[in-house]
């Protein structure tokens, strides 16, 4: 069928299957942001937006007098960043889809856009096109490939000009957003547009329905590509593909919708930052507990990484990354793939929840049972099921729990004085 601009018609089409499956991405936050390095991505914004006193005196002690946010693109070199490195690492990551900022509010393209004169990568900074040269990686790695663009720049003078007459004029959008979207279409032919900056103004200001129409009709990547719900205010977690509806955000039940939970790795910034501390960046049991929880409740799981101004992914992130890879190598089998059950955790306890695939139903535990007996009250078994530990050889004993439920006994761990690394399955073959 074809599409029609408005939001009845396409919010009608059918996800794409693929992205369902993937359910594990890896976010990118790079830009001149990530230049000072201090803060967050919202480095200009809190400095000549609100006049943070903080951030002027991070200026003022840290660049000449004078200094204008401009004067950070150059430093902005990306002179260690090789995509075919980045890839391999959100690979062994588990990672099945990638997104990166092609543009965040900053407005600084990291790709040669046309209507960006001096302003983009491969006029400026790195003189490279970021976008296509990790999009080639990532596609010799069969990983598929998003696009982050933020559809408003704080301090773009058109869309400051559009801002100050109550969003009734459009030069903004005809001659900087919407020729950036089509660029990056046409050019890169992304799996994934992940939609940001939308929030000021409404869709019809943005033109998305005519876009998106185009998008689903008659772009190369009409049957393919995915997107998410920000494309002007309200439409937020009610339009688009799937849903993020807030940054971090975790339904208490299962949505009816498609959904993405984007984290960060660090907890306090997407962009990098250079006074990060180790307090400040997840461990590996908060990141498996959030990939389980989000998961169970239907969701993608996209876990942000902010690189250096040199393109370096910095080792504490690159470890968390491969710690997530080596559990999902043991355990994926219950995430890729999988669906939600009839239920998504156990009533009596946050640290059990379920996964299904067809008729086999997995059980995640992210805690390991005091005496080696896990307490599952939901399945209800039947003389036939089976039950096994994935990663671990043979089958395990199991008794059907007074009331209803069952106790199943795992293998015997040797002690350790190390808590053990967090989040184990047990697949339930044979149970409703």
């Known amino acids: 069928p074809r599409y029609r601009p408005d939001w009845a018609s396409l919010d009608a089409r059918p996800l794409p299957a693929w992205f369902d499956r993937a359910k594990v991405g890896v976010f990118v936050h790079w830009g001149v942001f990530s230049v000072p390095a201090w803060g967050s991505e919202w480095f200009w914004w809190h400095w000549q937006g609100q006049h943070d006193a903080a951030y002027e005196r991070f200026v003022r002690r840290r660049f000449p007098p004078g200094t204008t946010y401009a004067e950070f693109a150059p430093h902005f070199t990306a002179y260690d960043f090789q995509p075919r490195q980045w890839a391999r690492l959100f690979q062994r990551a588990g990672a099945r889809y990638v997104v990166l900022t092609t543009k965040h509010h900053e407005g600084f393209t990291n790709w040669g856009s046309p209507v960006s004169w001096n302003w983009n990568s491969v006029d400026t900074g790195p003189h490279r096109d970021l976008v296509g ?11 598929r490939y998003g696009l982050y663009h933020s559809l408003m720049e704080w301090f773009h003078p058109l869309y400051l000009a559009d801002k100050q007459n109550g969003f009734k004029t459009q030069s903004f959008v005809l001659k900087k957003t919407m020729p950036e979207l089509y660029d990056l279409v046409l050019k890169y032919k992304p799996d994934l547009i992940w939609s940001d900056g939308d929030w000021e103004a409404p869709d019809s200001y943005w033109n998305s329905t005519s876009f998106l129409a185009w998008l689903y009709n008659d772009s190369p990547v009409k049957d393919t590509v995915v997107v998410n719900d920000r494309w002007g205010r309200g439409c937020s977690c009610h339009h688009g593909g799937f849903y993020n509806c807030a940054d971090k955000f975790r339904p208490g039940t299962l949505p009816d919708h498609k ?15 250079s006074n990060m501390s180790l307090h400040e960046v997840m461990d590996e049991m908060s990141m498996i507990e959030e990939l389980v929880q989000t998961v169970s409740l239907g969701g993608n799981y996209l876990l942000n990484v902010g690189p250096t101004k040199e393109g370096v992914i ?23 793939e999988s669906q939600p059950w009839r239920v998504q955790m156990e009533n009596t306890t946050d640290t059990v929840w379920y996964t299904s695939k067809g008729p086999v139903v997995f059980a995640i535990f992210l805690l390991w049972p005091r005496d080696s007996v896990l307490h599952l009250s939901s399945p209800i078994p039947c003389p036939g099921t089976q039950v096994t530990l994935v990663g671990f050889a043979g089958t395990l004993e199991w008794q059907k729990q007074p009331g209803k439920g069952m106790l199943i006994t795992l293998p015997y761990m040797l002690p350790s004085p190390l808590p053990p690394q967090s989040g184990w399955v047990v697949k339930l073959e044979g149970v409703k």
Not at 133 to 143: C, H, M, V
């Open 133 to 143: 040269e990790l999009g080639e990686a990532l596609r010799e790695s069969n990983l």
């Open 314 to 336: 910095v080792p504490i992130f690159q470890e968390r990354l491969l710690a997530l890879g080596r559990w999902l190598e043991t355990n994926g089998e219950a995430i890729y």
């Open 259 to 273: 959904w993405e939970m984007c984290s960060s790795l660090d907890r306090l910034s997407w962009g990098y930052r």
